[in-house]
């Protein structure tokens, strides 16, 4: 996919527009140019706006989420920019009769303003948690909530997906995204590939997304390869050159019989391919491994190295024993998890379907919510307590234990003084009054970190390369109790609120909420 030239920002820096051309400022729902158009209308346009963009609960029945989409939240606002012929369409689409004087405003407006804060990409993170917080003027700020939604929505999914994969292979496995054929088109394919990379797989087989994002490429191929030579008589360039170039094989075929020949007959491809591995390793090569994709995939492994152990041990052949194996076939969580328990031999999985389409669960449930205007603070009540919003502007920590394991993400109002190290802080469940513990951190992180300053003064972060963002999620799993990690029953984590901040909100909520009268 195209990208634009890179645009500076307030900053200087240079920033390229979205991966995805389809990503423009139309990329939104109607509704919300019909609010700018109304907020316009009333002269709230320009308020200062405070909004929080989270989710509501963790995805997959799990405890985590791995947090990934905010390299392209930045691109699109920092090359936010209506053209022309959007804003005719705007005209003649937008359910109101437009003033030409909000055509006008619509023309002039940028995201200049607007200042970004966000826990870096990659970063695990929990239900409630801002993952960003946008500041700016009310009615440009509304614009941005369908496209940051769909830029985090599903790469997040799909990251979280991704981890949970590698989790149950276990860090010794080489995991490989195999899923572009059955993607949701193009555009879902690519960014599956690349937030699978972010969750921990090492290669894909997507050659466009190799291409636009440094992800290693892997590939094998299809049964039409093998199936579509009739004999070996097809074969027309039989001559191999050996790898340090001293010489040539002239009939490489003919040596690759001579190994069959020697070795045990076994009912399938693999006698085949041992001969094929024993002859280049004649002319100095190595051959990489082979690829079940069919059959019981566990026995079948296990047979298969009992083969290439024989081999090596027969012909004296130093690390033909340890070949790669690599099992595909509609492969997910549950499938690897079984193969664990049952014993195999695989190194590698190839997975598609189960990855991509993130199978288990269609949506993450992102949301995006006004919390704050003109300095007061808004929340949003709800008769279900998990949609009460959580109000003001706030900072976060991540307060970690004597392990090395976070314990628990706290909120603070934005101008209370930081926690310490070593000093007991109460941590209150935002509404239920009885969950509260005290918490002795043996290190804090804030987590939230500009990457838009708008017209502040404010240093910004440089957007890390893909390989940084997946270094970081690794490091971040690595950090979170095995408990919140486990694939069923997985403790939940702790977000809580500082006891002022807990007071603000109920004292709010109190506030705002209407009183009702009996007759």
Known sequence: MATKEPKKTNSGRKIPGPTNPMVTPLLTDQYQFTMAYAYWKSGKHQERAVFD?????????????????????????????????????????????????????????????VEVYALPEGSVVFAKVPLLRVEGPLA??????????????????????????RFVAGKSKTLLEFGLRRAQGPDGGIGASKYSYIGGFDATSNVAAGMLFGIPLRG????????????????????????DGSSTCQDFVSLVGDWLRKIEVMRSGVPNFCAVALALSDLGYKAIGIRLDSGDLAYLSCEIRKLFCSIEKEFGLPGFGKMSITASNDLNEETIDALNKQGHQIDAYGIGTYLVTCYAQ?????????????????????????????????????????????????????????PKVGERILCRHPFRESKRAYVVPQKI???????CAGTSDKNEEILPPLKDIR???????????????????????????????????????LNEAPVGELR
């Open 471 to 509: 270094e970081r999620c690794i490091q971040q799993l690595e950090q979170m109790r095995p408990d919140h990690m486990r694939r069923l029953n997985p403790t939940p984590y702790k977000v809580s609120v500082s006891a002022k901040l807990y007071d603000f909100i109920h004292f709010l909520w």
């Open 53 to 113: 963009l989270y989710f509501r609960k963790n995805p997959f029945g799990g405890e985590y989420t791995v947090f990934a989409g905010l390299e392209e939240c930045v691109r699109f606002i920092a090359n936010f920019k209506l053209t022309e012929e959007q804003i005719d369409y705007i005209k003649d689409n937008l359910s109101v009769s437009c003033e030409e004087g909000f055509l006008d405003y619509l023309r002039g407006i940028d995201c200049s303003d």
């Open 445 to 451: 992180e804030e987590l939230l970190r500009c990457y």
């Open 362 to 418: 269609a949506a993450l449930g992102v949301v995006f919510k006004l919390v704050e205007i003109n300095n007061r603070p808004r929340i949003k009540l709800s008769e279900a307590v998990s949609k009460v919003t959580i109000p003001c502007k706030k900072r976060i920590y991540r307060l970690y234990g004597k392990e090395g394991y976070a314990l628990v993400d706290i909120m603070t109002g934005e101008d209370e003084p930081p």
């Open 220 to 243: 094998t191929h299809s049964h039409a390869f093998v199936s579509s030579y009739m004999s070996l008589d097809e074969i027309k360039d039989k001559a191999l050159r050996k790898k």
């Open 140 to 165: 440009v700020v509304q614009l941005l909530e369908t496209p940051f939604i769909n830029l985090v929505n599903f790469a997040s999914l799909v990251s979280t997906n991704a981890a949970r994969h």
